[in-house]
């Protein structure tokens, strides 16, 4: 596997997963069901579980949801992260009931003794805080109208809040610093990795839809990483949390990342084209999605289905196996080597039983 030159971090320990110093990075997203429904939002937690959630945000609106962190936690497998807003008490509470790391935001958590008190009782409990900075809540970040300005005034947030936290001698510290646009977004990153060496927390704020949400966090996302900065990723998008880590882990994938899961090599098609590839593509991809524990936990596999056999056996040599078409048939191959033929309706079948086949 292929790793980029990263920043070296420091390790935070978020309940048994390890983030910074060159741990893998870790994939996370984050329930929308209302947390004082603890039976909807565990039921949540376990389909992203199943989709290779590694951890999972809950935000505590109230001190009611907040007792609800152990119920969560006894039935739920991967670390828990609280989201507090305005509160402290909230804070306190949700520490008392086994949480695994909190979220705190600077813009609206209060004044400095509440945050002492926070911290304090964090120490104590050995949980990690991340001091997650949102341009949206932070005041006179959009009176400046310059990215690098608005970057530096979330930079200069986030470092005044690690100040904070260090002045009480506290250092497992998470940094988040996000804005809903790719530009600050990335400089106010690299503002930060510039100055401490934290473990950073990365996602485009309120990037929106599955689609457009996609493309933003990527690209945003894909710099970063690119640069060697990230130790943890949250996708952020207007979508079921389910999609955010399968974005998330395709994202680590394609950039080498991370190393699991089926990557599909497929052409554009052209006038060459004989068989009716977008559909046979699309109909593998929902049938993979609903093959059950094919995720971070599966084998890595490269499968080519191409239209035709131009650049068909070229690209089923770098695959594990692939089909090339022909006239309503297709020429399957298998490490470079030819199989013999298939025809247009038995190509899914026979890929998807390739594909648990060589998952066994
Ligand atoms: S592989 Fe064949 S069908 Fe696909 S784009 Fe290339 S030439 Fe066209």
Request: net charge positive; hydrophobic share 40%.
């Amino acid at each position: 596997m292929k790793f980029y030159r990263r920043f070296q971090t420091k390790k935070i320990n978020i309940g048994d997963i390890t983030i910074g110093g060159g741990s893998l990075i870790a994939v996370q997203s984050m329930t929308n069901t209302d947390s004082r429904d603890w039976k909807a939002t565990v039921k949540q937690i376990k389909q992203l579980e199943e989709v290779g959630c590694e951890v999972v945000r809950v935000s505590f609106p109230d001190l009611e949801s907040a007792y609800n962190v152990n119920r969560i936690k006894k039935n739920i497998k991967i670390p828990l992260v609280a989201d507090i807003h305005f509160d402290y008490r909230i804070a306190l509470e949700v520490i008392k009931h086994g949480i695994d790391k909190i979220r705190i935001n600077p813009g609206n958590i209060g004044s400095n003794d509440k945050l002492e008190i926070l911290v304090k009782e964090a120490k104590k409990a050995h949980i990690p805080i991340r001091i997650g900075v949102n341009a949206g809540s932070l005041k006179g970040v959009y009176n400046f109208d310059d990215s690098l300005l608005r970057a530096k005034a979330l930079a200069s947030a986030a470092m005044e809040h690690v100040r904070i936290l260090e002045k009480y001698n506290f250092d497992d510290i998470v940094v988040s610093l996000k804005a809903s646009n790719i530009n600050t977004t990335v400089q106010s990153y690299r503002i930060f990795a510039s100055k401490r060496n934290y473990p950073l927390h990365l996602g485009i704020t309120e990037a929106g839809s599955l689609r457009d949400g996609s493309i933003k966090s990527a690209a945003g996302l894909g710099i970063m990483l690119c640069d060697g900065i990230g130790d943890t990723i949250r996708v952020s998008l207007t979508a079921n949390p389910v999609e955010e880590i399968r974005v998330a882990y395709s994202l680590l994938k394609y950039m080498e990342l991370r190393d699991f899961g089926i990557e599909i090599i497929s052409c554009p098609t052209c006038a060459r084209c004989k068989v009716d590839l977008i559909k046979i593509v699309s109909e593998i991809e929902k049938k993979i999605s609903t093959i059950k524990n094919l995720n971070k936990f599966s084998k890595p596999l490269k499968i080519a289905l191409m239209g035709c056999v131009v650049n068909g056996p070229g690209e089923s040599k770098d695959a594990d196996f692939g089909i090339a078409g022909g006239k309503e048939k297709g020429i399957l191959f298998k490490n470079g080597k030819v199989l013999g033929e298939v025809s247009q309706d038995e190509w899914i079948d026979k890929l998807i039983y390739m594909i648990r086949d060589y998952q066994r």
